[in-house]
């Protein structure tokens, strides 16, 4: 899957960035993007991103220095400057492109104002599916973020095919530096949407038994609304023993065969532990898994550990535990000493998380008005100002 990337603002600049230094590393060049900021530092910090492809906006509102977390400003630049934004994309190329997924934190102001705005746009310009990831921001970061997610999410579902969520709260660790968090947070996302939108190219390793190519991933997304992830790796995989070959061998051939049948049962088991593993662990945004109306199954590793049965038995465990019958799924082979599992759980009926966050926002909303409706100041006392 070809994926065009637009990181918007500081936190999804950084996710862009990182997803291409893994495209770099791994040679496979399936990924392209650019940074559109408001903010200069943000975009100078960047490592993979050329400097052509760091775009800044906003620069005769903010002059280079953010919206200063006001997603509504956010919002108007974006669409102030959504011509600048579309000639940047079209200039990277966008021909042979499968997919474009805006990446954005949707606590700030860029991003989360920016997004739904480029999103509209890409829809109304491109054929090809346009997908968000948004990065909601943890309770205890402030209410006014906690108020700006839910806005820009609000929109967001609505403009974007599907909205992948990644919240930070279900993933923090205590004593943790903040720059060891955000790192540590980015690189899972990278990760586990790394394998995904990877699924169905042909690598080193050959060609999956069964491909999960792009067509499959985007008949998953096609009912909108939010999705999550779920990941999961096995244990490092021990190299083979070679069987014993000479004058004794023939004494063993029926020995060897129940072997065969042995390991292969183990490998099937193995499989579907690590698919349960994957949906019933740790989630991108956790949520009522049963709830969900599509799934796909991906698993990635070296093709002698891809078992048929094993993939098929989890998709079937899957499609027993989801709301929806549509269950995809394959195996993408690859060199690796691991085999991981993907699955996405698409277009979620119900994820407490963000429950949550519409709360906070409704709250938030009426204390802003309340403390409006209460404001005075100490010359409320009838002197007359010199001029009105």
């Not at 579902?157 to 968090?181: C, L, P, R, Y």
């Amino acid at each position: 899957m070809r994926v065009f990337f637009i990181g918007f603002g500081q936190a999804g600049g950084k996710i862009v960035d990182m997803f291409l230094e893994q495209d770099k590393r791994m040679q496979t060049q399936s990924f392209r993007g650019i940074a559109v900021n408001t903010a200069r530092t943000d975009l100078m910090g960047l490592k993979n991103i050329d400097l052509k492809d760091r775009l800044l906006i906003g620069q005769t509102v903010v002059k280079g220095h953010g919206v200063g977390t006001d997603n509504v400003t956010g919002a108007r630049v974006a669409a102030d400057e959504i011509d600048s934004i579309i000639n940047a994309i079209d200039s990277r190329g966008t021909h042979d492109v499968d997919a474009f997924v805006i990446v954005a934190g949707l606590g700030g102001g860029t991003g989360s104002g920016g997004s739904p705005v480029l999103a509209r746009h890409l829809k109304r310009i491109y054929r090809e599916p346009v997908y968000a990831i948004g990065i909601l921001p943890a309770p205890e970061e402030g209410r006014l973020y906690s108020y700006n997610a839910a806005r820009s999410l609000s929109t967001l579902v609505n403009e974007a095919d599907n909205t992948f969520i990644f919240d930070n709260s279900a993933w923090k660790n205590e004593g943790e530096s903040v720059k060891d968090a955000y790192n540590r947070l980015n690189d899972e996302i990278v990760r586990r949407f790394g394998v995904l939108f990877r699924a169905g190219e042909v690598g080193r390793a050959g060609v999956g038994e069964m491909v999960v190519d792009s067509s499959e991933i985007i008949n998953t997304l096609r009912g909108g609304g939010i999705s999550s992830v779920g990941y999961a790796i096995s244990e490092r995989i021990s190299p083979r023993t070679k069987q014993s070959q000479g004058l004794l061998s023939g004494l063993f051939r029926k020995k060897e065969k129940t072997e065969e049948v042995l390991t292969g049962e183990d490998k099937s088991a193995k499989i579907i532990a690590l698919v349960r593993r994957a949906m019933l662990g740790r989630l991108t945004l956790p949520c009522d898994y049963s709830t969900a109306e599509r799934a796909l199954v991906l698993l990635a590793g070296p093709p002698e550990e891809m078992d048929r049965k094993g993939v098929e038995k989890s998709k079937s465990w899957v499609e027993e535990n989801i709301a929806g019958v549509e269950v995809r799924g394959g195996d993408y082979p690859v060199q690796s000493d691991y085999v991981a599992a993907v699955v996405v759980l698409a277009t979620i009926g119900n994820a407490p998380r963000i429950t949550e966050l519409l709360e906070i926002a409704k709250a938030t909303k009426e204390d802003v008005l309340k403390s409006k409706e209460k404001r005075s100041t100490m010359f409320d006392d009838g002197i007359e100002p010199l001029f009105e």
